[in-house]
T-cell receptor
């Protein structure tokens, strides 16, 4: 495996379900991110884990819960979602600190549909 | 605070014609600037980046961009469009003083290439 991998690639869930999105990076980076990409809306940064510090976007509803057990793995736990949460969820990683060039490496995304 | 404006949400060119995608930025500190490309059902991939070295930056797939501080612009060009260039293109800005991975993205420009 190389780069940033996301699973599942597609997920359909009901509003009462609980599911999780998984992201794994094989690049040795020390920061990971969740972005939300909705149709006709700008890319939205949801959560950042950088050097083991979590930074949140305060506008993200609590029905989205991130987890970062180590620098290579990132999860997004989903519960009681709404249809408007249907979107492409993108995971990214980067190297912050001394060798930081600001470049983000993205996974292929998890396409979420909430019924 | 930083911001990015991409002029034109849709650009259509003929195969073999010049591609010009416009990006203007706002930043209170020296910026890092990026162009990413997203093909259908995929994540974003870095095309090129400017991090305060040469102002004319060459990227993958024959694309290049020029950083013009006086115009606060970072337009993306390619001399001759290929059908395979059809995709969505995102301009992004960050800087070296904050977590440079927290890029601010533009709304994106969809490039269509006509045969």
């Amino acid at each position: 495996e190389t780069g940033v991998t996301q699973t599942p690639r597609h997920l359909v869930m009901g509003m009462t379900n609980k599911k999780s999105l998984k992201c794994e990076q094989h690049l040795g980076h020390n920061a990971m991110y969740w972005y939300k990409q909705s149709a006709k809306k700008p890319l939205e940064l949801m959560f950042v884990y950088s050097l083991e510090e979590r930074v949140e976007n305060n506008s993200v509803p609590s029905r989205f819960s991130p987890e970062c057990p180590n620098s290579s793995h990132l999860f997004l736990h989903l519960h009681t979602l709404q249809p408007e949460d249907s979107a492409l969820y993108l995971c990214a990683s980067s190297q912050v600190g001394q060798w930081d060039t600001g470049e983000l490496f993205f996974g292929e995304g998890s396409r979420l549909t909430v019924l | 605070a930083q911001s990015v404006t991409q002029l034109g949400s849709h650009v259509s060119v003929s195969e073999g014609a010049l591609v010009l995608l416009r990006c203007n930025y706002s930043s209170s500190v020296p910026p890092y600037l990026f162009w990413y490309v997203q093909y259908p059902n995929q994540g974003l991939q870095l095309l090129l980046k400017y991090t305060s070295a040469a102002t004319l930056v060459k990227g993958i797939n024959g694309f290049e961009a020029e950083f013009k501080k006086s115009e606060t612009s970072f337009h993306l060009t390619k001399p001759s469009a290929h059908m395979s260039d059809a995709a969505e293109y995102f301009c992004a800005v960050s800087d070296q003083y904050t977590n440079a991975g927290k890029s601010t993205f533009g709304d994106g420009t969809t490039l269509t290439v006509k045969p």
